[in-house]
């Protein structure tokens, strides 16, 4: 296995985790925070599979991409953590209706 | 001037003119109204020109910049992107002239640069040729319509738009695994580009299942609704009314391109499947809308409804079956935008939306009900309306296909609706036990709800002009189309 795949499965690793942490988790920062690790697993994958042929410099298209990912990254994730604290504010919880404990 | 006119990149323009509107509306909150109407007259002349340019031209790239595709940014205008810009136009124009009456000072000046931030996203959305600006597009276009849900407030809504914002999260970066997988595989992500270098390999196969799996989502085809209503009932209603006749459709749009031009042919049994999803969808979404109370959770469950339409289309995969599925998508558009407009005329006159508590709708608010009923008889499917002619393509192409049963879901799900749509019509005649004091509805609430209804119904009389309109580039002739 060369180092290249290494990187590209361990970025579907972080991607599943992430999936798992977000159904899991009641709580909203949990929940951003996975919806993060799902966003850097996906960026992983993308970077690594640039350097796809051995020896040759790395492909820079997916670089641009990664680049791009990571400032729709973050503003969706400041735009989520706005919103959580406005819940928060609204109804004193940090969780969606349906994940309550009655 | 006439060689200007032809020359001009209207594709860039009908993108460029709203950002600079919403631009302008942030900067000078205080005329926020007056420009965002005219940002909204200047989008729609746009999308005249290029139509024009289209229609005269066929079919238009632009390479942004100068820089061409593989590296650049393509624009790619073909009659399907047109058609749908040019509803895009009309809902859109109506919406602006609705929120213009409906929205305080306070609200107004944050609902107009996130309105025009978000048509600007969908108009670069629709006419985006390759798979990675359609992500960003469509991530820019969930951002803006989050934040539009949550200009409501109240803690429905701020819940409401949160669940929504994850789930929009979710579903973009399932599709942007899609995309590296795809991107690795075949060196582009320029569609065109793809669909010539489209072979099969495994890699393809889980970009197939994540890209779909993620548009789904997003489209909320039944098990993957339930953000839906909540969402788009507690938005504000112009809010409402955009998510239910533009959102939704702009992720069915990427996947219809993608299941058209990219994805290998040989997917019939993933068709089955979408089908049947789709079959499910219509029945659970009419029931649920049956059973509601209150009358914007009701059209929400319909939008369910209405979405799984759409994917009948999948399984019989013949060029009728998807231009019949998209007329269906035109005039659901149009009549969904006025029903929610209606339901928002009922809201401010009587306070409320409960659906039981209806007093004398109709004989105190005739033009809001008429517009209510015209969007009814277009989403039921009864003729003349445009509803009928998308159903009808639908129903000859299962026949055509031998696939009779998709036929037998059109007609119950039609008459689903009829009983909730009567349902509604039912109680707005009749006096209600408690009576509720009466607030005025602006005059051009009620005309633009009723305009949007009646082009819904018209839309059947003029049908062969827009379907032959759909031909230009010919959009229905590649990948997994017959």
């Known amino acids: ?102 | 001037m006439e060689v200007a006119v032809e020359n001009m990149p209207w594709g860039v323009m009908v993108i460029l003119l709203p950002l600079a509107g919403a631009l302008v509306c942030f900067l000078w909150p205080r005329r926020s109204v007056p420009l965002g109407l005219l940002g909204a007259l200047g989008v729609v002349a746009c999308v005249t020109g290029l139509c024009w340019q289209v229609v005269e031209q066929g079919a238009q790239r632009y390479t942004v910049g100068g820089w061409g595709a593989p590296l650049g940014i393509d624009l790619y205008a073909d009659g399907l992107s047109l058609l749908m810009l040019m509803m895009t136009a009309v809902v859109g124009l109506g919406i602006s002239i609705y929120s213009s009456g409906y929205f305080e000072h306070k609200t107004a000046v944050v609902f107009w640069p996130l309105w025009l931030f978000l048509w600007t996203a969908l108009n670069a959305l629709l006419l985006s040729a390759d798979i990675f600006n359609l992500y960003v597009t469509l991530e820019l276009l969930g951002l803006s319509a989050v934040a539009l849900v949550a200009l409501a407030g109240g803690a429905d809504a701020l819940t409401a738009a949160m669940r929504y914002l994850l789930v929009g999260l979710l579903g973009s970066l399932c599709y942007l695994l899609g995309v590296a997988l795809l991107y690795h595989s075949f060196g582009s992500v320029d569609i065109a580009i793809l669909a010539e270098r489209m072979e099969l390999s495994p890699a393809v196969w889980a970009a197939v299942g994540l890209m779909s799996a993620g548009l789904l989502l997003k489209t909320a085809l039944f098990p993957l609704h339930f953000w839906l209503p909540p969402a788009h009932a507690s938005a504000p209603v112009p809010v409402s009314a955009l998510l239910s006749a533009l959102v939704v459709m702009a992720s069915f749009y990427i996947l219809l391109r993608l299941w058209l031009e990219v994805f290998p042919p040989g997917a019939a049994a993933a068709g089955q499947l979408l089908g049947l999803l789709g079959a499910t969808a219509v029945l659970w979404g009419g029931i649920q809308a049956l059973r509601q109370t209150r009358l914007k959770l009701l059209i929400a469950y319909s939008t369910v409804a209405q979405m799984g339409y759409l994917f009948l289309a999948f399984p019989l995969g013949t060029s009728f079956a998807w231009k019949g599925a998209l007329y269906l998508l035109l005039s659901h558009a149009m009549a969904k935008a006025a029903m929610f407009m209606a339901a928002g005329n009922i809201l401010r006159f009587g306070g409320h939306d409960r659906i039981a508590d209806l007093d004398r709708v109709a004989q105190r608010l005739p033009l809001t009900l008429a517009a209510f009923s015209l969007a009814g008889i277009s989403i039921m499917g009864l003729p003349p309306s445009g509803g009928f002619i998308g159903k009808w393509m639908l129903l000859d192409a299962a026949f055509y296909r031998g696939q009779w049963w998709w036929a037998l879901i059109l007609i119950m799900g039609g008459l689903l609706t009829a009983a909730y749509v009567f349902k509604v019509v039912g109680y707005a005649f009749t006096q209600a036990e408690v009576t509720h004091e009466a607030s005025r509805v602006p005059a051009g609430m009620e005309w633009t709800a009723l305009v949007l209804a009646l082009a819904a119904v018209l839309l059947g009389l003029f049908a062969p002009w827009p379907l032959a309109l759909l031909d230009i580039g010919f959009p229905f002739s590649g990948g997994c189309a017959e």
């Not at chain 1, 290249?4 to 991607?15: H, M, N, R, T």
């Not at chain 1, 791009?68 to 406005?86: D, E, F, H, K, P």
């Open chain 1, 1 to 102: 296995m060369n180092s290249i795949l290494l990187y590209a499965l361990a970025g579907v690793g972080l991607f599943t985790l992430g999936l798992y942490a977000l159904i899991v988790h009641a709580h909203l920062l949990r929940k951003i925070l996975a919806i993060n690790v799902m966003g850097s697993g996906v960026f992983l994958v993308l970077v690594s599979l640039g350097g796809r042929t051995p020896g040759a410099s790395p492909d820079p298209v997916p670089h641009a991409m990664v680049i791009t990912g990571i400032v729709v990254a973050v503003s969706a994730t400041a735009l989520a953590l706005a919103l959580m604290l406005r819940v928060q504010a609204k109804t004193g919880q940090t969780l969606l209706p349906e994940e309550r404990l009655e």
